[in-house]
């Protein structure tokens, strides 16, 4: 009896230093992907802007193979995302053979889009509890918190001269918080997005604290949002809690309430716009301030001008289905890192495609879309359209199904995920690993906390 008890003991302290192990990986796989940009402004070789790339494959290879997880509902939901990435990167591969893609361009390609997923996976796999799930909670919200907290720094030192200002963009596109980059990058929306899904993250789990505790940092983030005049970020947002209000059509009462409030919200936004003379306003102002709108207007030809300008480059109907390949259009890869880093990815023999920058020329000659990215041609779901076609689309939506279904376990889930969806509409968001592997965790961080208290009742029911 002593025996069996010590093998279990030891089988015991075996699993716990397993997960302790394969915890300490995601997290340092996911601050390879959270800091990069922060510490390129600091001096570090651009390179260190793909070091994630190799370090999150092998802590997600190393959790899948080590994990003793025996939880049939966590091994299937697991097994289900594996095999939306495969199928994924089968289309991805198949798109690649018919348009003579380089083997970077796969590599990349499917990195910057299934690589939230793959983390998702090592850590739905990894069994946490406790004080482990604790501690990792702990550690993901510190990562976030110091991005906002170094944002409204940045907000204040920057126009004091305190701050030093990267090269290009304005003092507000550089209010990035740790993903400043300069260059008049996205880092602004990247870092409010971020901020803002931890403050209401925080919102709701914390309740134990005083009430203004929990509010502060989301009163925090939306003044960082005002403050780097990220405005689609709010679009965003607001475009994300209208589609999950749709979702809940089950419940007309709720519905009607949501309605009400976003009509009521738009009625008094539009008016301000028309009405108001106000600093505040003047940003959100400039979508409304020249005859730009109706379906052949200049707004609506910039924006979806990939949408024109692909097409003309298919070879055969193949290309409806399997895009022209992959970094080929306007994806991530093929619209702004192919150009950003062609001397160390062209020697590699990453292949470029000259609808990229057909489309790229829009922006350039267009002073709506220097004006605002909310009108950039330039956007993910056009990217995964053009770059792997139809059937590329309904293999990513398929990942994105399993993870709504099995993942998502709450309100809050489903609405980083519609918002996210959103963002793909603007710009390449959809594919920043800051923004992306945020989201994946606070997912899995849900999906293990929910799981934790269903296998607390199920024990206690049990019990006899």
């Avoid at 997600?60 to 199928?87: E, P």
């Avoid at 970077?104 to 996976?121: D, G, H, R, T, Y």
């Avoid at 509409?425 to 799981?451: D, F, K, S």
């Amino acid at each position: 009896m002593q025996s069996r008890l010590a093998v279990l003991e030891r089988d015991k302290a075996e699993q716990d230093h397993d997960k302790i192990r394969n915890s300490n990986l995601i997290l340092f796989g996911f601050a390879s992907a959270f800091f990069p940009r922060l510490l390129d402004t600091l001096g570090a070789p651009a390179i260190i802007n793909f070091v994630h790339f190799g370090i999150i494959p092998l802590a997600v290879s190393i959790t899948l193979f080590t994990t003793k997880a025996r939880d049939q509902k966590r091994i299937q939901t697991v097994w289900q995302l594996l095999t939306g990435m495969a199928i994924f990167l089968i289309v991805m591969l198949a798109s690649s053979i018919l348009n003579g893609a380089g083997i970077v361009n796969i590599s990349l390609q499917f990195m910057f889009q299934a690589e939230p997923f793959m983390l998702l996976a090592a850590m739905i796999a990894m069994p946490l509890s406790g004080k482990q799930l604790e501690r990792f909670k702990y550690w993901v919200l510190g990562f976030a918190l110091f991005n906002l907290l170094l944002a409204i720094a940045q907000s204040i030192l920057l126009p004091l001269g305190i701050y030093p200002k990267p090269t290009g963009g304005t003092l507000e596109d550089n209010i990035g918080g740790v993903f400043g980059g300069g260059g008049g990058s996205a880092a602004n929306y990247i870092s409010c997005t971020v901020s803002f899904y931890f403050s209401v993250y925080f919102f709701n789990q914390f309740k134990n604290l005083a009430l203004w505790m929990r509010v502060l940092p989301l009163v925090s983030a939306i003044y960082q949002i005002q403050a780097s005049d990220s405005k689609q970020v709010f679009l965003a947002l607001a475009a994300g809690w209208g589609l999950l209000a749709i979702t809940k059509v089950e419940r007309p009462v709720r519905l009607l309430v949501y309605v009400t409030i976003f009509v009521v919200f738009v009625v008094a936004f539009s008016w301000a716009l028309l009405n108001v003379e106000a600093e505040i306003l003047r940003p959100y102002q400039n979508w409304i301030d020249r005859p730009i709108w109706g379906w052949d207007g200049l707004a609506i030809r910039t924006k979806l001008a990939a949408f024109r300008i692909i097409p003309t480059h298919f070879e055969s109907p193949l290309n409806w289905f399997l895009g022209l390949g992959p970094g080929h259009t306007v994806t991530r890869l093929g619209g702004w890192v192919m150009r950003d880093y062609a001397s160390l990815l062209g020697p590699l023999g990453a292949t470029i495609h000259p609808s990229s920058a057909e489309v790229f020329a829009v922006v350039r000659n267009t002073y709506l879309a220097q004006e605002s990215t909310i009108y950039f041609p330039l956007f993910t779901w056009a990217g995964i359209w053009g770059d792997v076609g139809i059937v590329g689309i309904c293999a990513y939506l398929f990942i994105c199904f399993i993870i709504w279904h099995n993942v998502c376990v709450d309100d809050f889930g489903k609405f980083m995920l519609l918002s996210t969806a959103v963002f793909g509409c603007i710009l390449t968001q959809m594919e920043e690993p800051g923004h992306m592997l945020t989201v994946v965790c606070i997912l899995a961080i849900r999906w293990q906390e929910n799981r934790e208290k269903q296998l607390a009742r199920f024990s206690m029911l049990r019990t006899p």
